[in-house]
């Protein structure tokens, strides 16, 4: 329920798209680090994907993907915890829905 909200804020913001390209492009990515795609080790994303206009969608966007399973840091540094693929994988379907419909 918590990710749900989420989400609709971020479609609110108009802040769906970036997020999609993070997920899409970085997190999606490393989740196939490593032995069939058990994320173990932390990774990092381009830190500019994280970068928005205002801190409040920075954040937004941080919780949603923490909720995933991948604590996302400022930096750009993005730690796993557990095994988020099936987590990650619905949040990129559901961003990329959002998307598709909102444009």
Do not use: N, W
């Not at 173990?40 to 909720?67: I, Y």
Request: aromatic share 6%; net charge negative.
């Amino acid at each position: 329920e918590e990710q749900l909200l989420l989400l609709l804020e971020s479609l609110e913001r108009k802040i769906v798209s970036q997020q999609l390209k993070l997920v899409r492009t970085q997190i999606t990515l490393g989740c196939f680090q490593g032995e069939a795609g058990a994320m173990k080790e932390p990774f990092h994303v381009d830190a500019g994907l994280l970068s928005f206009p205002h801190e409040e969608e920075q954040e937004l966007t941080m919780a949603l993907v923490e909720l995933s399973g991948v604590q996302l840091q400022e930096d750009g540094s993005a730690v796993p915890r557990d095994q988020p693929f099936q987590a990650v994988a619905a949040l990129f379907v559901a961003l990329y829905a959002l998307d598709l419909l909102s444009g």
